[in-house]
Nanobody
Framework: QVQLVESGGELVQAGGSLRLSCVVSGRTVDTAAMGWVRQAPGKQRELVAGITSSGTTAHGDSLKGRFTISRENTKNTVYLKMNSLKSEDTAVYYC??????????WGQGTQITVSS
């Protein structure tokens, strides 16, 4: 059974930095397209960043330069480094995995609150 467990969310001041982690168990992280999705209160879910099984990354246009997705295969972990955080980055951040067999797995989410 594949499980994704996020961590790293917390209360942070505007301008600060955080790194989220998503640990994958049950399958190796480099066999999936991994992504970070966020949902702010009252808003739709927004794709923040993604990394393919081959390591190609993509980031939301409005987040380029501030957010960076990366992967560490030896730890079966995907990261999201966030710099220069703004109040509008406040949201629950989810990690998700899409596998070639069609399975899509989500983590439970981690809350980030940015105080201004």
């Amino acid at each position: 059974q594949v499980q994704l467990v996020e961590s790293g969310g917390e209360l942070v001041q505007a301008g600060g930095s955080l790194r989220l982690s998503c640990v994958v168990s049950g399958r190796t992280v480099d066999t999936a397209a991994m992504g970070w999705v966020r949902q702010a209160p009252g808003k739709q879910r927004e794709l923040v960043a993604g990394i393919t099984s081959s390591g190609t990354t993509a980031h939301g246009d409005s987040l380029k330069g501030r957010f960076t997705i990366s992967r560490e295969n030896t730890k079966n972990t995907v990261y999201l480094k966030m710099n220069s955080l703004k109040s509008e980055d406040t949201a629950v951040y989810y990690c998700k995995a899409n596998y070639f067999d069609g399975k899509e797995i989500w983590g439970q989410g981690t809350q980030i609150t940015v105080s201004s």
